[in-house]
């Protein structure tokens, strides 16, 4: 039985997240109390149910005795051997007051923080802390628009039938904001930029011509080299620590060109070294 749980802030996507899982053959219950979690996941897995062999599942945390629940079912779950992934859903603050703002939803948390959207905000962060470190999977919706994240939901699961580790790499633009949710990030702006070539401007890392300007250059081909070299060193790591995801960023200044020739041959290396990978571009279409 495939079982996810889908926990993270309040407007950071959770529902639309749990939409994409059942589109893609997920059964999926909304606003389930984080105390009735483990009995169905037990209930689940001794049904004879067919439709019961890929479940989602989304809880909110609305106080703090919710998070206890919610901490009390995770752990007893895991030492009772139940088999499940945790799928976070992030987001900064500002951008998570502003989507209440224009959807004039009421926050959960807000009655016990008298009223102050900000506060209830800070509040379920705090809340929810320790939950998200423990999480296989953080997508921070921040920056992404819906199709972007259910693009990102459904690669992520579609892909995630083997068990082991998955690799994203994503390219971003650091003019649009870091790339939060990354495991590992690595700067490529030091490098020449195709920008400032005519005939490369409007092009992007997608085309070949980008790509062999940008390693055509001795420093692009030895910073390449150094992040292959860690990445190698550092993937069976987190393999051994049991990370189910590593999240690599690659940035440039707007996320059209050196980034995304990097996460384009970072992505080709490793599937042919035989890891699972997905690629991203996050801002390929901005500006």
Known sequence: MDFVIVVGLSGAGKSSALHTLEDINYYCVDNIPPVMISTFYELSKNS????????????NVRDSSDY?????SLTSMKLDGAKYELLFLDSRDDVLITRYKQTRRKHPLLDVCNGSTVDAVKLERELLSYVRQKADYVIDSTLLNAAQLRERVQTLFLKNQEKGITISCMSFGFKYGILSEADLVFDVRCLPNPYYIDELRNKTGLD????????????????????????????PLYEKEGKSQIIIGIGCTGGHHRSVTFAFMLYHYLTEKGYKVIISHRDIRKG
Not at 214 to 221: A, L, T
């Open 208 to 235: 070949k011509e980008v790509r062999d300007y940008v390693m055509s250059k001795e420093e692009s081909v030895k910073l390449y080299e150094k992040i292959v070299d860690l990445i190698d060193f550092s993937l």
């Open 48 to 59: 004879s149910d067919q439709k019961l062999s890929k479940i989602a599942v989304v809880t």
């Open 68 to 72: 206890k629940e919610l901490s009390k």
